[in-house]
């Protein structure tokens, strides 16, 4: 058993967090992984009511473990946090942006704030914003990120924000990565791909089966599928995703892409719609080399852990007094 | 102490290597490191004679522990790996470029092949060539190198090789680096920026000044800077460096700096030969949160090593029955 920070805030069998991925870290996967020890997260995305209310209400109903939800934060429309804190989650990630403005109204509903960072400067936004945790987010992962790679960011953050306890993420996908977080001084790691290929993930099949066949130099991090799904994100942020044909056309072309949106743009969304992956996006990190199968996400949990606890003994092997 | 393959193969006291840094890495740094128990390397970049011979003979002068000399695979002229072997290295590092056509010259002086690699195709390539060793490079990592992060890439490469011990490199420059490289399955670490940092480096004080006080947040990878030096490399492989406002200058704008190579270049070397840092680059990585003095490099090998020490020791702590 691995005992964090991490570990003792929530109650948790595991230091491990679903990353809370958009439209993929449904109530189903964030109630997998709660009741397998980890800490379950709904992915928010860009705020749709509906949706969050479907989700919140199934990992409710589908677990009693702690479990928390993530919002992209420049994107939170009006209301849409008081949806989420009315479910009562155990956690908050806010990701993308400055979380000041949402920080008391998530701490006076008795919920943890967790802060997604992705520099040392958001690092110490967050801590002023009174984060119960932060997660520095490596630009290896799948998804929106920035550009700090996780193994030297991990250890600069740690310096920057004092006691708050920090957690790693971007390219960890199995007990390796954990132990090596671990090391780095974090108190565990957030996983988003290695959660998209479970059977709990929501998303199309063929989306998984491509994570499982990619390797990691086959993602590359891009705009064009926030430029023709009309997501106007802020400056530093890009998605990464698996190589596909749409992203070879238009990548380098994006003010082209531009001016085509009236075609493009009905085209992604049937294209995104029956899991055409040509042209839709697959979000993947690098560490699709390390993710073999779709398993279940509970037990996926418990032999990450274990996987890493079996590497953090090799220290012993490799120390001479 | 810290035991492992790459300890074994050289009989060294520190799993640590110097990264073969181009014009930064003389025989006086590559002494210092080998002197302190690690790996020293002598930077042959692209392969001048003269000044090889010149730090050749400095090192050989200055350790009599094992040294080896690293070149860019890509520029090897014709004579230049015959004038390193004939200095006796234990070890020749290759990077950027196929190792194939060297390696039979290589083991046949009875030196070790070690290959400097940025992604899984260049790790099979390399372990099909015969290499003893080989460094998985990340791209935090500083000057040149690829786009796969460190922390994904490590353990990819390591289940891609099979037997072949692999080192870590990018984003390493204190005693967690290497503690969770060891965790991802690494033998040891590579180690570029952190020993630029040092007064046994070649180079001005004002570039070993500029990576204590940046942050890691201000370094970029980059072609401006090769383009403006008239280097050619292939396609994949980026410099990364501190921001500085040449690069801030033509970053997107490589074709209109091709244009202006008449003026640019001239005024480039110049201002490189004086130390003028506002035009020459400073090659750094991501780590420069993590170096905040100007040390002795020996010391440092054996302070790096002993704070990994210490952070492998608290694996005991977070472990619980």
Known sequence: ??????????????????????????????????????????????????????????????????????????????GVLELVLAAKPHAIVLSFGDPTPYASAIKAAGCKLICQVQDVAG??????????????????????????????????????????????????????????????GAQGVLMGTRFYATPEALGHDQAKQRIVNACGDQTQRTRVFDIVRGYDWPNGYTGRALHNPFMRRWDGKEKELAKEIPVERPAFWEAAGKGDYETAMVWAGEVSDLIHTVEGAGALVGRISAQAEAQLRIADKVLRP
């Open 1 to 78: 058993m691995i005992v964090t920070a991490l570990t003792e805030m929530f109650g948790l069998k595991h230091p491990i967090v679903l990353g809370p991925m958009g439209g993929v870290a449904g109530g189903l996967l964030a109630a997998a992984v709660s009741n397998g020890g980890g800490l379950g997260m709904v992915g928010g995305g860009y705020g749709e009511k509906a949706w969050l209310e479907t989700e919140l209400a199934l990992v409710k109903a589908n677990t009693d473990r702690p479990w928390g939800a993530g919002l992209i934060t420049w994107s939170i429309g009006e």
């Open 123 to 184: 690092a110490v936004q967050a801590r002023k914003a009174g984060a119960d945790l932060i997660v520095a987010q490596g630009t290896e992962g799948g998804g929106h990120g920035g550009s700090r790679a996780t193994l030297p960011l991990v250890p600069a953050v740690i310096d920057a924000v004092g006691s708050v306890p920090v957690v790693a993420a971007g390219g960890i996908a199995d007990g390796r990565g954990l132990a090596a977080a671990i090391m780095l």
